[in-house]
């Protein structure tokens, strides 16, 4: 946390964080949480590991295939609406997503690129690889 305020003091607008994800669980947990801190500075974050990454999306992103990975996609505030899936396995058009019920789990992308998009809310996005 302490780099992150560091590279936003500095003036970052796009911050990746490698090898936050995996380990202790509460670590894990709280990466998670500073891709929100880092988005509500003005900034965008990612965390990367070997076999995994994640970002957030508050309005749309395009995520590039990648042969042997998932894409899920979470509810990150308690309810998310118009979530749109273009060019996934299981595309979704204007539903609503809760951080009650994982219907966004291990998705996989079909064409060159997805387009995720939300309405209102935040989204988490994780690309995992497949075992």
Known sequence: MLCVKYALEKGADEILIVGGIGGRLDHTFANLQTLAYIEAHGARGRLISEDNEAFLVRSDATVTRREGWYLSVFAYDSVCTGVTLKGTKYEVN??????????????????????????????????????
Not at 112 to 130: C, F, H, P, R
């Open 94 to 131: 204007g539903v609503s997503l809760t951080t009650a019920f994982p219907l966004g789990v291990s998705n996989e992308i079909m064409a060159d690129e997805a387009l995720i998009y939300v309405q209102n809310g935040t989204l988490l996005v994780i690309l995992s690889k497949k075992d």
